[in-house]
Structures are given as C-alpha cells and as structure tokens.
C-alpha cells in the first residue's frame, strides 16, 4: 500500500451523466410529482389566510422576529414546539413507512435534489439537446458557440436557482412585503445573504453536483439500505428473464440461447445517476423507475412484455426466479411492517390532531415575591405581591378577570390601583396574541396559617369563555 | 538499526528515511506541510505584533504597556461612560421633570422606578434591606404607614433633606421627650401610658391602667400623636393605632421608647445624590406598594399636576 500511495489518487473525477429524455408512466408520475412539489413550494407562501386585524394573513408563515408559527388555522407558540417535533417524527416514521413499502420512493421522486436535478437536466436538453448532443458538446473544444450555450444554461440555472433561494424567505417573513422590500434594497440583510447562499446551493447541487450528493454526501441512502428488506419495492432487473443478452437478430438466429434483454442500453442511457440497473441494487440507484419506461418501450419495440425491469420485491425476484408468475405490486405494501409504522405514524397524528383541538388559548403562570414575602399594613392585614402572567394565545384582545380562592377575606389590586379599589376580582384587557404583566397584591387577615396554599383563578370573561388557575401560597409571619 | 551513514530514500513518495525500523516499519522524514508552516510563522509574527500592540511584559515594577494604551480599566471607563452617556438624557428628562408630574409620563416614570430600583441597591440597601422591608429602627418601605407622608413630594424631600441631621435646618425632626430617663413622668405614669397605647393600638383590652394611662396621654403625648394617637405626619410623630410598629408593638418594646425616646436617623441624600438620581428613589419607594396620592389641597399651584397623579394612581 505504501508503494501505491503515490501513484495512487483517492479522487475520482466524475463521470458524465447525460440522461437520455424517455416517455412512459413513471416519467409521468415523475412530471405530476415535480409540477405538484415545485407548485406547493413557490406559491405556499402567497396564500393569503384572514386571522383578523391583530394577526398577520399569511397562511404559512414561520415568524421567527416574534417567535410565532402560523400554519393555515393552526398557530403555534414557542412553549408549544412539540407540535412540530410531533410533525418531524411523523416525517421520520412517514419515510420508514414509505421506504419499508415502496423503497426509496422519496428519492426518486420527491427529494428535492432530485426534482431540481431533473428541472436542470430538461433545461440542459431543452438547451444542449439530448443525450448524444450534450457527449458531443462536451467533448468539443471551446468556441464561441459552445461557451454561449453554456452560458446561456448556467443563465437559466441561475435563474431558477434564484427563484428556488428567493422563495425561501418568504416562509419567514410577509411575503408582498418583504418582496418589495427586496427589490427596492430594503430588506433585512439576512434575506440577501439567505437568498445568496441558497441561490449558490441549488446551482452547483442541481447544475453540477447532481447525482454525487446522492452517492457521496447523503446519508440518507445508507440509511435507506438499512431499512429496506426482502419485501420492500426496488428497481429489479430481471436477470433470470433478460440473460443471456442479446440482439433481437441474434436471438433469431440462435432461438432458445438469448434472453429478453437486447443489450440496447437505454436503462443506462436514460438513468440520472449513471449507473447500470442490470449490475442489481446499488446504492446509486435512487428508484425513479426512468429505465423501467425506457425497457418497456423497448420491449414493445420487440415484441416482448413488458416488465423486464421493474419493481419487484427480493422475495418476489426468487419466487419469479423458481418459476412463479410476477405478483401483482400492491400485494407487497399490505404486510405488517408497514401496517406497524402506519399505526405508529397515524397514532402520532391523531395524537397531535386531539392535542392540538383540546389545547387551551389562555394560560396564567404567577410568580410570589420573595424579598419581602410579607408586608404587614397599617390596618392590621398581610399583604403579598404576585406578578401574574396572562397569556392570550388569540390573535384578538380578551377581556380577563383574575380572582382568587382558597383565603379567607382576601382581596386584591394591581399596583395601577389604589387598595381602596381592591375587591374580589381584577379585570383586565389582554392584547391579542401577547403576554399580559400585572404586579397584584392580595391582602388578608393576618389570622390563619403562616403558609396558605390558594388559586390564582383566571377566566375570560368574553362570550367564548375559558379559563385557567394557578396553586400559590399565602405567606404570613409567625 | 538501519544503517545511518547512508540516506535511503522511499521509491514511491521520494521521500527520506527517518532510520527508525520496527518490525519492518520504516519512519519517513515527511516535511511538515507548507500551509502548516506558513500558518506557524504567521502566528509567532502575529504573536510579537500584540505583544508591542498591548499590555504583555512584566517588567520589575510595572509593565509594557502597549502601542496601543489599551487596559482593561480603560475599557471599562470606557463603557461605563458610555452607558452614563446614553442614559444622560433620561436623567435629565427627569431631573427637569417636577416629581409630581412624572406619573404624567408612563414612560419616564417606568424608567424612574427602575433606575431607582438600581440606586437604591447602592445606597439604601444597608438600612432598608434589599426588599426595602426595613427591620427594628428602620422603617419597611413597602407597607402603608407612613412617618413622614408617602406621597411622590414628602417621599422627596425625606430622601433630599434626611432625618434628624444635626447641622441641617431643613432635615426632617421629631423630638420625642425621654419621658422615663428625664423623669417628666414618674415609672407608674410611664407604666400607665404604655398601658393606654396598649389598649388604642387594640392589643390590650382596656383595664385600671389604661384608664390611668389616658389623661397622661393626653397630657404629654396627644401634642404630637393627637388625642386619638392617630400621629401627626408633619410632626412626623407615628399612628399608636395601627399594626405597624418601627421599634415594636409588644409592652416592653412600648416601655423602652417611652423610658428612652428612639432617635432614628437617616442621611440627607440633597448632598450626596444629584437631582435625577433622588427622584428615582423617590418614584420606585413610592413604587413599593404604598404609595399614596399627593395630597391636593394644601399646595394649589400644583392642583394640575395632583389631579394627574391621581388620574394615574386611580386607574
């Protein structure tokens, strides 16, 4: 090894992928995903959600300025994160699930550095042509014409990069605002930098890196590897049938010695990855099926079924292998692994569901003066002072009262209060969607127990109610 | 060992042998790498020019100073100026702003209270403790009793002019007699008004003594605490009558401020702390929750500003 170490380099360049364009219910599949995952992410954050006057109206919005999570009806403070780390569990099981089900579907399709990729690679044929027309280009020496279409590509890349980093803030902030804002140079320099570096990720992840981060940066297919088993869906090309390859002349020729494969080399051709699905699974296969359409068409081509590659389950292949006929796809979701991690998945959403439409929108956290505990007043009583917290979670102001329970003869003020006005309740107005502060002093009778657990009771006094209460104690001297 | 005397060099990095051999393991004399190296030099030059640059060297009584004549004292006055700075036009806003205007103004107010709550960590803490609930002999500032009255302006002027400072006219002054020491009272009158306070402020019921008590009350104490024992504030004489006790309420207590007097002082403040600094006690004592109203008929120039200390504190 110590010999080889200098002659020997640990990099390996990449090797060109041009994919060739293919047609066919995956490819489709694959246009529906992509037109459906780009939609909900460029126009997400322009739709408009009307939460009255004292709330913003932006349906999604995560307002980190204000520590405020907006989701359609859905408003969720910081103290309330568990919702969202209740939603990053359910991504988590949600892929066990898929992955355990149909493999590495989320690769295939639905990863966004798989739907640029593919938006960079129709660009690049849309610009470059095709397959052999993009070799071809790549292998002439630079000219004029070459550095202007290349030129022109990394243009529109750019471009649709800039539209991908551009649209990520606006989930952070009033999207019509915060655009004109960034136009007219006035917005936070944190939405330039993020836009820039955003805007540099999708160009060289889509433009350049492309199949390399799902091979060498994500730890994702290892992870992948892991969960798959013997009866998850995977991309099979199905040797038992295809071997031993060869030309549709030659099998004629020589009947009974070729299988269905024709060794044309369009799975190669069209794969995103560059990889040669025949080989069997490999860690760049990403599943997106794209050569499943390419053989089909070819086997139609030839008169063959389809089917030569296709997904198909471990267990299945060696069934198909002895001789069974292919099963149907469907019958391989149905098993109890997935229905474990669906249980899981929607006993977790159902959870939230309930928790989240039984959680209450007014909240009271009272904290007891310590230095003094006690005043002892001129008339004899024992005052104690309480700061008192009220938290209206609704974004419209609420009418409050706080009163007390639990001490005998106690009264209560604010210190916006004389203790002549004390009395049995403290009303006050809670601004929408704020943290309401009153400093109160409850007296009573210095006759009683030197520490008297009471409630802090609150109750909104709107026609929608509701209400919550705190146990504090009552300090006397001995 | 390797033989020394000749260099044997590795074919496939080139590189020379170190001449250390264990189980067939050789030692290659790899160089450091360049970038490391220059990063090395970078650092040592980097190193002399922040030891000229700033403090470093111990000499044998001082030290280098530094090109630069940065210390971390200097730093600190620094930004100690600077926070005087930035807080020099709020100091100001209220050292011109009359005490009993500043409820006027919520916001200077709030900003009164806290920078009062500051001072008076500083320079009241040693007597009133750190909750300003006093102790024997030093009045608790967060109950409703009041020697002096507890309004913004008498708050004020207690804190300006102080208590019982011999070599000032205006410093507030209650001279109780020593009515037991002085023998003004003999010890069975003392023991019989001691009984009346007793019996007013509603400790004791009322008994021989107490009755006895009553007309040597009225004698010698009602000209400063009043017939009922109520106190009078411009006196600065206490209530008998109610719970609060500044030397305690208990017989004994009672006895020894009768037999001795009490003769608690506090310091002027007027020519200690500036202006603003003094209306910021003022405003967070009168913060503590027995603040009282200004009181409006005695001083009608400031009815307006009374009026609005009112509207404030009776919201």
Redesign the interface.
Same mark, same amino acid.
């Given at each position: 090894m110590l010999m080889l170490a200098g002659t020997t380099d640990l990099y390996e360049k990449r090797k060109g992928v041009y994919p060739r364009a293919v047609d066919g219910f995956y490819r489709r599949l694959k246009w529906a995903i992509m037109a459906i995952t780009l939609t909900i992410y460029w126009v997400t954050p322009w739709i408009r959600w009307d939460r009255g006057p004292y709330a913003p109206d932006q349906a999604v919005l995560i307002d980190l300025a204000h520590r405020r999570f907006y989701m359609f009806s859905i408003e969720i403070w910081p103290q309330e994160f568990y919702y969202v780390a209740g939603l990053l569990v359910m991504a988590g099981i949600g892929l066990f699930l898929v992955t355990s089900a149909v493999g590495r579907a989320w690769c295939g399709y639905a990863c966004p550095q798989t739907v640029w990729t593919d938006l960079y690679q129709h660009v690049e044929r849309f610009i470059d042509g095709d397959r052999n027309a993009q070799i071809r280009l790549a292998k002439a020496p630079w000219s004029v014409g070459k550095l202007a279409r290349r030129l022109f590509k990394w243009g529109v890349w750019l471009a649709i990069a800039f539209a991908t980093g551009g649209a990520w803030i606006f989930y952070f902030a009033d999207a019509p605002t915060l655009q004109q804002a960034f136009w007219t140079g006035q917005a936070a320099p944190v939405a330039y930098a993020t836009v820039g570096v955003l805007t540099a990720t999708t160009f060289v992840l889509g433009g350049f890196m492309r199949e390399q981060v799902c091979i060498y940066m994500c730890p994702w297919p290892r992870i992948q590897t892991a969960m798959l088993d013997e009866k998850s869906l995977v991309v099979t090309y199905k040797d038992w049938r295809g071997e031993k390859r060869g030309s549709v002349k030659k099998a004629a020729a020589h009947p009974g010695e070729y299988g269905d494969c024709v060794d044309c080399d369009q799975c190669v051709a069209v794969c995103p990855t560059g990889i040669d699905i025949r080989n069997g699974p490999q860690i760049g296969c990403i599943t997106c099926a794209l050569c499943i359409d390419a053989c089909d068409k070819v086997m139609a081509q030839v008169g063959r079924s389809r089917g030569l590659i296709d997904y198909c389950t471990e267990d299945d292949a060696q069934a198909e292998r002895q001789g069974a006929a292919p099963r149907p796809m469907m019958k391989s979701l149905l098993r109890p692994r997935t229905i474990a991690y669906f249980t899981v998945w929607a006993g977790i959403g159902l959870a939230m569901l309930f928790a989240l439409g039984s959680r209450t929108r007014i909240d009271v956290a009272v904290q007891q003066d310590r230095n003094p505990i006690f005043v002892r007043l001129s008339d004899g009583a024992i005052r104690n002072a309480y700061t008192v917290k009220i938290r209206n979670m609704e974004a419209r102001p609420r009418p409050m009262a706080v009163s007390v329970a639990g001490i005998d003869g106690a009264t209560l003020w604010t210190d916006a209060m004389a203790r002549e006005e004390a009395g049995a309740t403290v009303a006050t107005t809670v601004p929408a969607d704020s943290v309401a502060r009153l400093r109160v002093y409850v007296a009573a009778p210095a006759a009683g127990p030197q520490r008297a657990d009471f409630d802090f009771v609150l109750r909104a006094t709107d026609k929608e109610g509701g209400g919550d209460r705190e146990t504090m104690s009552f300090e006397r001297p001995e | 060992m390797a033989d020394e005397s000749k260099a044997q060099i590795?074919?496939?990095?080139?590189t020379q042998f170190k001449g250390h051999e264990w189980d067939g393991i050789q030692e290659l004399d790899t160089p450091l790498p360049r970038w490391w190296l220059w990063t090395f030099y970078a650092t040592i030059l980097f190193a002399i020019g922040y030891t000229i640059a700033y403090p470093a060297w111990p000499m044998i009584s001082d030290y280098t100073r530094g090109a630069m004549g940065w210390s971390s004292r200097g730093a600190l006055v620094k930004e100690l100026a600077a926070r005087d700075a930035a807080l020099a036009p709020i100091h100001k806003a209220i050292a011109d702003t009359p005490i009993e205007q500043l409820p006027g103004n919520a916001q200077l107010m709030q900003a009164a209270v806290e920078g009062g709550r500051a001072a008076f960590k500083v320079h009241c803490v040693q007597c009133h403790?750190?909750? !300003? !609930?006093g102790s024997k002999g030093y009045p608790?500032l967060?109950?409703?009793?009041w020697l002096w009255g507890g309004d913004l302006t008498t708050i004020e002027k207690t804190i300006i002019d102080g208590v019982r400072n011999p070599d000032h006219a205006e410093t507030r002054q209650s001279m109780m007699p020593a009515f037991g020491r002085d023998q003004l009272l003999t010890p069975a009158q003392v023991n019989d008004v001691v009984a009346h306070v007793r019996t007013i402020s509603r400790q004791d019921k009322p008994g021989a003594a107490s009755q006895r008590g009553a007309p040597v009350f009225a004698d010698n104490c009602a000209v400063c605490h009043g017939p009922a024992g109520q106190g009078i504030r411009s006196l600065g004489a206490p209530?008998l009558t109610?719970?609060?006790w500044l030397y305690g309420g208990d017989a004994d207590a009672i006895h020894a401020t009768v037999q001795n007097s009490r003769q608690g002082v506090m310091p002027r403040w007027g020519d200690k702390l500036d202006k603003a600094t003094i209306r910021m006690l003022a405003a967070y004592v009168h913060?503590l929750?027995?603040g009282e !109203?200004a009181p409006a008929p005695e001083v009608p120039a400031v009815a307006d500003a009374a009026n609005g200390v009112q509207s404030q504190?009776?919201?």
């Open positions: - | 590795d074919a496939a990095t080139g403790g750190s909750g !300003a !609930a608790n967060n109950d409703d009793d209530n109610d719970g609060i913060s929750g027995g !109203a504190t009776g919201q």
